[in-house]
């Protein structure tokens, strides 16, 4: 690779920030967050380092499941603005150096889209073929797996036909019949809309059950239509990306990518697999389950990318653990049962699972940035936000963005996001989990992360570099290195709470290298053969650079 390759492959060092315009600024005082106010803090974003920023939905909704109920794809809900408003948000966003995605949410629709209305009024409607019907009463006993416990079934009878319609999540949600070829034509005019707006791309909803074919229907292959999509997408838009939400093991997530390895289907997904291992991880205080999975990951081609997350929007799920490494999970983080969720999950933030101590939680967004793949920040990551325990479910971790303590910010409200109380002086007081009071603090989390992404945002090799382990197995240090025609850096973390002494040797390097401190100022020379020893602190970490004679890097 060339340096000048991460432009056309922008996605592979972006840094992501997904946010809810909803609940994210409120410019006009009325308790929503809106399209205007998310531009007055475009600078904000750009200051923190942001690349690209992800809007989860924004379209006309009933807001029953917090706008994934969708009733126009091409609409912005009124409560939020207009497209107008929109516009002006992207083309901010593009000035201050941002690309926007916005979720694509076509698996199902709200039960009151004109489409589903339509379908209902009569079994002649042309839409009817839009939504996914059976004759036949389901199975007895049927249940919904994506919201057990909230959901009954995955079927519902329309009393007029006598039919029933299929909803993998809930009832007012209604699937689309992707085999309908006229659906899929919606779905590209859709596709083509936004991107007409000016977006770059999209973060495409719970991909396997969109591709889930009803029985019966004539599609050959359901990844045929995600191919079409991509190529659609490219058509239209060379550099405009797909970012697939795909929680499946590796064996079978990699298909999504597309077949034979050809990359022609989605351009990213998030890896569920490495982050459920990371907590884990955390939890033993010991990096040997995230390093058998990220050993695990399947070669990808070279335009395609993994996206790292430590949290997202919905629940911190824990489906791929085994029942007794879930529950070790859950009795540490997660110790109160209000605190989990359909049996598999944990609806709390980061800070407060790690119990706000800020050594833990600057380690673990260290390792975020360093592991192999993209960075995926969930919105107040940066500033130590909470959950409010007050709130059930999922939107506990989805409340305002914490502007400042006094709601000159907006509609912030200081109890609304908090963080478990910690003893006295330790830095990282629960009544500054805000922005305003993070500001100016040099030391505050806020700067922490503006300070890191700018180093990651130097440091291609993050992105693109081929993964090893320099850690011997058995240490409670994780040491890795990223290496690729660019450049190459070594990562140390400390998972354990105490201090310790890691050797490790950094092969293939000419003499006179040396490995420069990224996050600090020192400049280590490699040993004999790339050896080297290093003390790191309890929950320490270290980005170091290897600085080769003459090789003019930026360090």
Known sequence: MRITDTSDLWWKSAVIYCLDVETFFDSNGDGVGDMQGLAARIDYLAQLGVTCIWLMPFYPTPDRDDGYDVTDFYGVDPRLGDHGTFVEMVRTAKDR????????????TSDRHPWFVSAKRSVNSPYRDYYVWRDDAPPKGQKNSVFPGEADGIWTKDEKSGQWYLHSFYEHQPDLNVANPRVRDEIARTVGFWLQLGVAGFRVDAVPFLLEVPEGAEMANPHDFLRDVRRFLQRRSSEAV??????????????YFGANDDGQELTMQFDFAAMQRLYLSLVRQDPAPLVEVLSERPKLPIETQWANFLRNHDELTLDQ???????????????????????????RRLPAMLEGDPRRIRMAYSLLFTMPGTPVMFYGEEIGMGENADIPGRQAVRTPMQWSRDKNGGFSDAAASRLVARPPGD????????????????????????????RYRISPELGWGRFEVLSP??????????????GRMVAVHNFS????????????????????????????????????????PAYGYRWLRVARPGDGRVT
């Open 242 to 255: 797909l970012l697939g939400e795909v929680n499946l093991p590796y064996d079978q997530q990699v298909a």
């Open 427 to 454: 830095g990282f007081a629960p009544e500054h989990v805000n922005v305003a009071d993070q500001l100016e603090d040099r030391e505050s989390l806020l700067h922490f992360f503006r300070d890191l992404i700018s």
């Open 321 to 347: 653990l085994s029942e007794d490494e879930r529950q070790e999970v859950f009795a540490a983080l997660a110790p109160d049962e209000k605190q989990r969720v359909y049996g598999r999950g944990i609806v």
């Open 97 to 108: 150096g941002m690309r926007v995605i916005v979720d694509l949410v076509i698996n199902h």
């Open 497 to 536: 709470d105490a201090p310790a002494t890691t050797a490790f040797t950094v092969e293939d390097e000419p003499d006179g290298a040396s490995l420069v401190d990224l996050l600090g100022a020192d400049r280590i020379p490699l040993g004999d053969r790339g050896s080297i020893e290093l003390e790191v």
């Open 473 to 486: 197995k058995g240490s409670r240090v994780l040491v890795h290195s990223l290496q690729a025609d660019v």
